[in-house]
């Protein structure tokens, strides 16, 4: 079974930068390329919302609220998507997830904090 490993998470200082990875295990490279990739957040007390996700093959589909600071990136060789976040403010504290979806089937990862405090 395809499984999803998030990484690249922490603390960081309001107008800080950081780079969340997520690998898909247990996959071959035709797998992973089958699958549409994208990142998902989570507030405390909120739902969790789409931040970045790729649409048909090299477009992309940004959220308003992180438009210009955040970037969604892959690797198609490493089976790897990234989550670029720049000028990152408290408001984008939150859990990180990654998330895989071919048709009905959708696989998420486990999860990755980052807090955004001074």
């Known amino acids: 079974q395809v499984q999803l490993v998030e990484s690249g998470g922490g603390v960081v200082q309001p107008g800080g930068s950081l780079r969340l990875s997520c690998q898909m295990s247990r996959a071959i490279l035709s797998t992973f390329i089958q699958y549409t990739m994208g990142w998902y957040r989570q507030a405390p007390g909120k739902q969790r919302e789409l931040v970045a996700t790729f649409t048909d093959g090299s477009n992309t589909n940004v959220a308003d609220a992180v438009k210009g600071r955040f970037t969604i990136s892959k690797n198609n060789s490493r089976k790897t998507v990234y989550l670029q976040m720049n000028s990152l403010q408290p408001e984008d504290t939150a859990v990180y997830y990654c998330?895989?979806?071919?048709?009905?089937?959708?696989?998420w990862g486990q999860g990755t904090q980052v807090t955004v405090s001074s």
């Open positions: 998330r895989g979806t071919k048709g009905e089937t959708h696989y």
